[in-house]
């Protein structure tokens, strides 16, 4: 059964990079049934995408907001089973869960989440 | 790629119906047949209620119906019940891998 399970700080600095780590269990990273995706969460709003990538390294990061998508790196890591998200110069207006989701390929929805993660953009 | 568009808000008495529109575009709802729904209980990581504009996941009552037409995307819950009182978002596949969501809309059962 796969799961996912997101890592890193709760706590960023304005100006500063946000990273976090998502490990999957359960099925090989490098599956192709599957790519892996982030979204995100602000408190008391809605998701939004933030990209995703396949084992083999293809990045569609594809925001829906102009400005997130010239601050994101997706990566993978296929020893690890894991994928990295970076945001970088973040602000306040980044706080929000992070949720690290296993995207069904070929049916294009989300048939697991990771627990999310919260994330605080504050000096 | 913007949002797709969802009401903020529907309702219904238990035991009634409730639909719930997801208006998007020829670039994501009108041109793939990859529409998502997702529910969301407050504190609570989404779940998947239907794929592929209509699938039901195993688990999932058959009380939950998705359809599509051009670039709409509908998920109708019967027979409310309490437990179906939550935020519920659509999903399409937009290109290249990448997603997007409509922002949400809260059900709340009378």
Redesign the interface.
């Known amino acids: 059964q796969l799961q996912l399970q997101e890592s890193g700080p709760g706590l960023v600095k304005p100006s500063e990079t946000l990273s976090l780590t998502c490990t999957v269990s359960g099925v090989s990273i490098s599956s192709s049934n599957y790519?892996w995706?982030w979204?995100r969460q602000p408190p008391g709003k809605?998701?939004?995408?933030i990209?995703?990538i396949?084992y083999s390294g293809?990045n569609?990061s594809?925001p829906?907001h102009p400005s997130l998508k010239s601050r994101v790196t997706i990566s993978v890591d296929t020893s690890k089973n894991q994928f990295s998200l970076r945001l970088n110069s973040v602000t306040a207006a980044d706080t929000a869960v992070f949720?690290c989701a296993g995207?069904?390929?070929f049916?294009?929805?989300?048939?697991s989440?990771?627990?999310?993660t919260l994330v605080t953009v504050s000096s | 790629q913007s949002a797709l568009t969802q009401p903020p808000s529907a309702s219904g008495s238990p035991g009634q119906s409730v639909t719930i529109s997801c208006i998007g575009t020829s670039s994501d709802i009108g041109g793939y047949n990859f529409v998502s729904w997702y529910q969301q209980h407050p504190g609570k990581v989404p779940k998947v209620m239907i794929y592929e504009v209509s699938q039901r996941p195993s688990g999932v009552p058959d009380r939950f119906f998705g359809s599509k037409s051009g670039n709409t995307a509908s998920l109708t819950v019967s027979g409310l019940q309490a437990e179906d009182e939550a935020d519920y978002y659509c999903s399409s596949y937009a290109d290249n891998n990448n997603l997007v969501f409509g922002g949400g809309t809260k059900v709340t059962v009378l």
């Open positions: 790519y995706g979204i809605g998701l939004e995408w990209g995703s396949f293809n569609y594809k829906s949720y995207v069904r390929r049916a294009d929805y989300v048939s989440w990771g627990q999310g």
